[in-house]
């Protein structure tokens, strides 16, 4: 693990706490972290995250599925009250082990007041898959978290630090770093517009029906003199008709709508793309990287936990 891939890494764990690196690392040595035992633990944690996408990396699959309806509940929450949060959780199998989780979480919120970086601690003690991002939770809503930890968040008046608040399975800390209210969504689609010049609307059915995507779209508007077709690239819903917007919003990716007039010709739309802009939705493709490294998490933490119990550990007092 060579060096500069450690330090971009503690100056990323530095931007999330909103300082720069030398801030950052002050703020280590007044808590009394060496920074040499930080960089110490980046190089593991680059070397266990290498290891496990090599071992396990190409057997995660994200479907589109998956990514629909992460998307669908990212929509929905859009229209609620949303906090920024970042977790730490602790987890717990019986009553003695809750009691012991809630006395660790107990020092580590001692130590976060003292200035301790949440990131750091969350890569380092927490159980939860986003331990892998410093425990950042991103910007969900209150009914999106279980009624404990929720009720300890509303009961924060302002950015901060909550109490370790215990469920059924453990402790969680969570630090609240803001707060929005609901944002007005837009969508916005990427799409070929492939007309009849010959006024042949059932042609032009005929021919979208058979179209796979966008490219093949073009190639048909390229190659045939009876068809025109232009790529329209991120345009805004609201920017259009009222029945090119209807017709659109109800067609899915890498399909065509029906026909209908525009211009003076029939026309259809090919969905090349459609995204969901503004109200904290993020795109296709942040969804899908956030699933990602959500699933080689518990991948690795399983594979931690085979570990630990197949280990011998001998403690001798020196």
Request: net charge negative; charged share 25%.
């Given at each position: 693990?060579?060096?500069?891939?450690?330090?971009?890494?503690?100056?990323?764990?530095?931007?999330?706490?909103?300082?720069d690196?030398?801030?950052?690392?002050?703020?280590?040595?007044?808590?009394?972290?060496?920074?040499?035992?930080?960089?110490?633990?980046?190089?593991?944690?680059?070397?266990w995250?290498?290891?496990?996408?090599?071992?396990?990396?190409?057997?995660?699959?994200?479907?589109?599925?998956?990514?629909?309806?992460?998307?669908?509940?990212?929509?929905?929450?859009?229209?609620?009250?949303?906090?920024?949060?970042?977790?730490?959780?602790?987890?717990?199998?019986?009553?003695?082990?809750?009691?012991?989780a809630?006395?660790?979480?107990?020092?580590?919120?001692?130590?976060?007041?003292?200035?301790?970086?949440?990131?750091?601690?969350?890569?380092?003690?927490?159980?939860?898959p986003?331990?892998?991002?410093?425990?950042?939770?991103?910007?969900?809503?209150?009914?999106?978290?279980?009624?404990?930890?929720?009720?300890?968040?509303?009961?924060?008046?302002?950015?901060?630090?909550?109490e370790?608040v215990?469920?059924?399975?453990?402790?969680?800390?969570?630090?609240?770093?803001?707060?929005?209210?609901?944002?007005?969504?837009?969508?916005?689609v990427?799409l070929?517009?492939?007309?009849?010049?010959?006024?042949?609307?059932?042609?032009?059915?005929?021919?979208?029906?058979?179209?796979?995507?966008?490219?093949?779209?073009?190639?048909?508007?390229?190659?045939?003199?009876?068809?025109?077709?232009?790529?329209?690239?991120?345009?805004?819903?609201?920017?259009?008709?009222?029945?090119?917007a209807?017709r659109?919003?109800?067609?899915?990716?890498?399909?065509?709508?029906?026909?209908?007039?525009?211009?003076a010709?029939?026309?259809?739309?090919?969905?090349?793309?459609?995204?969901?802009?503004?109200?904290?939705?993020?795109?296709?493709?942040?969804i899908?990287?956030?699933?990602?490294?959500?699933?080689?998490?518990?991948?690795?933490?399983r594979?931690?936990?085979?570990?630990?119990?197949?280990?011998?550990?001998?403690?001798?007092?020196?």
């Amino acid at each position: 693990i060579e060096s500069p891939e450690i330090q971009a890494e503690i100056e990323g764990i530095a931007r999330q706490s909103g300082l720069d690196k030398d801030t950052f690392l002050n703020q280590l040595l007044a808590s009394g972290i060496n920074p040499v035992s930080l960089e110490e633990q980046m190089r593991a944690e680059i070397a266990w995250r290498r290891v496990m996408r090599g071992l396990y990396g190409t057997r995660i699959r994200i479907s589109r599925n998956q990514i629909d309806e992460e998307l669908a509940q990212l929509r929905r929450a859009a229209s609620e009250t949303q906090y920024n949060l970042s977790e730490i959780y602790l987890y717990a199998q019986d009553l003695n082990q809750i009691e012991q989780a809630r006395q660790a979480a107990d020092s580590i919120v001692a130590q976060l007041q003292q200035g301790a970086p949440f990131e750091l601690a969350a890569q380092r003690f927490s159980s939860a898959p986003t331990a892998a991002t410093g425990g950042s939770m991103g910007w969900v809503s209150l009914d999106d978290l279980s009624p404990e930890v929720a009720d300890a968040v509303r009961a924060l008046p302002g950015p901060g630090l909550t109490e370790p608040v215990l469920v059924a399975d453990g402790v969680y800390i969570i630090a609240v770093a803001g707060k929005r209210e609901p944002e007005e969504a837009q969508t916005v689609v990427s799409l070929v517009r492939l007309a009849s010049e010959t006024g042949d609307s059932e042609g032009l059915a005929e021919a979208a029906s058979g179209l796979d995507g966008c490219t093949a779209a073009e190639t048909l508007g390229d190659s045939d003199a009876a068809f025109s077709a232009v790529r329209l690239e991120r345009i805004s819903l609201s920017d259009l008709s009222d029945e090119a917007a209807q017709r659109i919003s109800e067609t899915g990716e890498n399909t065509a709508t029906g026909v209908f007039e525009m211009g003076a010709k029939p026309t259809v739309m090919v969905i090349c793309e459609k995204q969901s802009v503004g109200g904290g939705v993020p795109s296709r493709d942040q969804i899908e990287n956030r699933l990602y490294g959500q699933q080689l998490s518990l991948i690795a933490q399983r594979a931690l936990r085979d570990l630990k119990r197949e280990a011998t550990i001998i403690r001798r007092e020196l």
